[in-house]
């Protein structure tokens, strides 16, 4: 038998997403149970594949935050190395890595056994260092709590109640796909205890790292706008501030007549990135996060111009 070829199937997986992880969220839980409840439920077999297809969005959604606090980098990459993957880095896979065709998360998302609920905790749990469940329990909604002015409670009620489901929803799903029982492991009714119970750990799980990775997130449009423009702005300062210290360098102001130009061409592609929201509330969010990757990767131009030495020219 062949080896598997991790790279290809790292990019035939992208290839037939619909669209990238981690973005599955309580939203596609939702709609699930919308779909059950409104249209399924009752009809035959539909109770059978439904435990399938919530099992399948929370895989997804686990793969899709592996990847994401790997690529984070310290201190859970440190603690990858801790998972049992199974990988041998060979010379493909090397130079993938090194060119960008695939990032580390990426592999070892793929590399690692989420089918099982023990699976998915093990995992979390030592990238996470701390125990999954218990995390999670104290996680409230911002959103409900900070707009909606609702009260602060934890979105797991029940911790306890949330692990039993979840473990028999996973129970349930191993019969349903891998054996054929006489009778029905689960009962219909099951299938909405199934489907909270999921969207809770989702809701709660995404909660709980999205505040770990980028601390308290802006919530509304006006938040985003406002956090995308200071980012930019840092961004903007930096560049300023390396284009000061090439002209004391090499006592000329040629670099600031070439950034006048650069600013002009930033704002311009800056403004033609955001015409995909023209008029409207995200246009500004798209303006700013578009101005920012551009000065950062000026930025990062001019330092390597710096270190490569090259002074028989300025940028």
Request: proline share 3%; charged share 30%.
């Amino acid at each position: 038998m062949a080896p598997r070829d991790r790279i290809r199937e790292i990019i035939e997986i992208r290839k037939r997403s619909v669209r990238h992880v981690p973005s599955l969220t309580k939203f596609d839980m939702d709609h699930l149970s919308d779909v059950w409840g409104q249209q399924l439920k009752g009809v035959e077999i539909a109770d059978e594949l439904v435990p399938i297809r919530v099992v399948t969005l929370l895989e997804v959604f686990v793969r899709g935050w592996i990847e994401k606090l790997v690529n984070q980098g310290a201190p859970y990459v440190e603690r990858a190395a801790k998972l049992n993957i199974g990988l041998k880095f060979d010379f493909a896979i090397a130079s993938s890595l090194h060119g960008g065709v695939v990032t580390l998360g990426q592999l070892i998302a793929h590399s690692v056994s989420v089918s099982r609920l023990e699976s998915i905790v093990d995992v979390l749990e030592t990238l996470l260092d701390e125990n999954l469940f218990s995390s999670i329990s104290t996680v409230h909604d911002r959103w409900a709590v900070e707009i909606e002015g609702k009260p602060d409670l934890p979105i797991v009620a029940d911790i306890e109640q949330l692990k039993r489901n979840l473990f028999r929803l996973f129970e349930v799903r191993h019969i349903l796909v891998h054996e054929m029982p006489r009778k029905k492991p689960h009962t219909a009714d099951e299938v909405d205890g199934f489907l909270r119970s999921a969207t809770l750990f989702v809701q709660a799980l995404d909660e709980m790292l999205s505040t770990r990775l980028h601390g308290k997130y802006p919530l509304n449009q006006s938040e985003m706008n406002r956090d995308a423009a200071a980012r930019s702005a840092a961004a903007t300062e930096e560049l300023a501030e390396l284009c000061e210290k090439i002209a004391r360098e090499y006592d000329s102001t040629t670099i600031h007549d070439v950034q006048k130009v650069w600013a002009i061409f930033c704002d311009a592609e800056a403004d033609r990135q955001s015409q995909v929201a023209f008029g409207g509330s995200m246009q500004p969010m798209i303006y700013s996060s578009a101005a920012e990757s551009l000065t950062r990767a000026r930025t990062d131009e001019l330092k390597r111009w710096i270190e490569e030495g090259k002074s028989d020219d300025v940028p």
